[in-house]
């Protein structure tokens, strides 16, 4: 079965800074896609960012971006010029193969706090 | 926009009563996911639908039962509430169509459930 593992529960970070958020998997899959999903305080849970695992290419969306190591299995979030809008529990998810059928495994969540 | 809508945001039932959490989404997508999210503990999966009337168990099924009788609408159904079912509830809707699967989940705003 996979995991996923986020091994800080909480960070905060100093409006206009640069923060990462780590997350290691384990898995046997070749195929197989990360996400980070947010969620801001009593809103709903957004994607953040996507990474197949086949494309050695790190995926970023503006501000976001990950860096990606298949090798080492670890997929952490980068933050750049952090907004207090950023402040959210942040998702680090997997899903092996093809979205068709396929469920998601989310790790335990990192509260990020960013600081005026 | 997708959109995935929960009936109730806060409910508030006494121990043994039947709850049913609804959620509707409108973008005619056929999996749909019920997650419980606690802190500490991130998203676990309860109940998962493939199509209409087809379903899976997640990781922590017991305590829970679902309906999908129509393809926009999946029913989360408690048969008699216990106070460790006090939670966060979260609906989940996903396109199996897609070309490659892009896993991408949307979210409903959360149910919060207390079992006094």
């Known amino acids: 079965a996979q995991t996923v593992t986020q091994s800080q529960p909480e960070m905060s970070v100093q409006e206009a800074e640069t923060v990462t958020l780590s997350c290691t998997y384990d898995?046997?899959?070749?195929?197989?896609?990360l996400f980070w999903y947010k969620q801001p305080p009593s809103r709903q849970m957004i994607l953040v960012i996507r990474?197949?695992?086949?494309?050695?290419q790190n995926a970023t969306e503006n501000r976001f971006s990950v860096n990606f190591q298949k090798a080492a299995k670890s997929f952490s979030l980068k933050i750049s010029d952090s907004q207090l809008g950023d402040t959210a529990m942040y998702f680090c998810a997997f899903m092996k193969g093809q979205g068709g059928s396929e469920k998601l495994v989310f790790g335990k969540g990192t509260k990020l706090t960013v600081n005026p | 926009d997708v959109k995935v809508t929960q009936s109730s945001r806060y409910l508030v039932k006494r121990t043994g009563e039947k709850v049913f959490l609804e959620c509707v989404q409108d973008?005619?997508?056929?999996?749909m996911f019920w997650y419980r999210q606690d802190p500490g503990l991130g998203l676990r999966l309860i109940y998962f639908s493939y199509d209409v009337k087809m379903k899976e168990k997640g990781d922590i099924p017991e305590g829970y039962s679902v309906s999908r009788e129509k393809k926009e609408r999946f029913s989360l159904i408690l048969e008699s509430a216990s106070t460790n079912q006090t939670s966060m509830y979260l609906c989940?809707?996903?396109?199996?169509?897609?070309?490659?699967?892009?896993?991408?989940?949307?979210f409903g705003e959360g149910s919060r459930l207390t079992v006094l």
């Open positions: 990474q197949e695992a086949y494309k050695q």
């Open positions: 989940a809707s996903r396109s199996a169509r897609l070309a490659g699967g892009s896993g991408e989940l949307f």
């Open positions: 973008m005619d997508h056929e999996n």
């Open positions: 898995t046997s899959e070749s195929n197989y896609y």
